[in-house]
């Protein structure tokens, strides 16, 4: 069981961007020293929902930071940003970390973003699987070119060239978000593990692993193959313990939906369209339902439901729903120091 921690750099009611920041550090500073696996940081633009608007950057100095854990995006956007200059610098924190990071991405959503970056819709429609197949091009070649719709280029070196990390894997880790049979297929045909998100229960994450395992075996991958690409999925939730469950649960629902209604009422789509948007208080109800909120027996109780139901043994909860510092390092070193212990 791998458990790790989920950093959205929420901007509470009330706090600066600057005080959300430093708690996404020391989020992940305190992760390493509580023993977590790992550190997934989010990448959000103009909105209040998460105020890091490059996760692999804050990945770098994280990195940086820390000797052991590992650090991975979740998700860095592909449609905003040219999936080379992306791979560029995974391969940059993949040498010098010594494979310790990880590079999530995914296709986020059709807000303004696009227009800002000069993207467009159709980068986010329909230009997602072109993205990844250079990014992965990218990563595991040595000279690279491009015909694609989106991107056309000449041959170029790859440099730095991830392979060349002594002793370590020839590449960073690639996971995909995955919210729809599409992604689901497209994760598998490629060979590449899924994120799920927070909002999934047991029961839909399950059936999203078992289409995956599908569409592999369709692409003509082995058993053993399958197993091993299948052991990366990850499963993002929200963790908060205390020795009653119904403080955890309620110092939750009284902290996230202010935050929640705050950060999504902010989101605007590129083209007008409606987005409907979750009923703050429903969503937090429901997210202390799905997931290790309560006491650390319930919290790995949870977690090793969830492993048995779905298969996925890797994990990267919010730590951060009360918004507090103090109360989200606590949170923290309880998760390492009192719920891993009954995983093992």
Known sequence: MR??????????PGQGQGEALHRAVRTAEVAEESGLDSVWLAEHHFVPYGVCPSAVTLAALL??????????????????????????????LHLTSGGRFTLGV????????????GAGLRAYEQGFPESLDLLLRWLTGSRVSAEGERFAFREVDVVPRP???????AAPEV?????????????ARRGLPMLLG??????EKADMVAAWERFSRDAGRTPDEIARIGAGH?????????????????????????????????????????????????????LCGLHPVGTPRIAADRLAATAERTGITRFALLAEGTGDLAATEENVRRLGGEVLPLLV
Not at 176 to 183: F, I
Not at 198 to 203: E, K, L, S, T, V
Not at 268 to 276: C, E, L
């Open 63 to 92: 990195l940086g930071r820390t000797r052991r854990i590992r650090v991975g995006t979740a998700v860095s956007v592909l449609p905003t940003v040219h999936p080379v200059a992306l791979g560029e610098q995974a391969a940059l």
């Open 163 to 169: 392979g060349e990390l002594i002793g370590g894997d």
């Open 234 to 286: 990850v499963s993002a939730g929200v963790a908060q313990i205390a020795d009653d469950p119904r403080d955890a649960a309620e110092s939750l629902v009284k902290a996230m939906p202010g935050w929640l209604k705050q950060g999504l009422d902010a989101h605007v789509t590129v083209d007008g369209r409606h987005r409907a948007m979750r009923d703050p208080v429903a969503y937090t109800e429901l």
């Open 175 to 187: 996971v995909v978000a995955c919210t729809s049979p599409t992604s689901v297929e497209l994760a």
């Open 3 to 12: 458990v790790g921690t989920f950093v959205l750099a929420a901007q509470f």
């Open 198 to 203: 927070m909002h999934c229960g047991d029961a």
């Open 106 to 117: 995914g296709r986020g959503g059709p807000w303004v973003d696009l227009e800002v970056f």
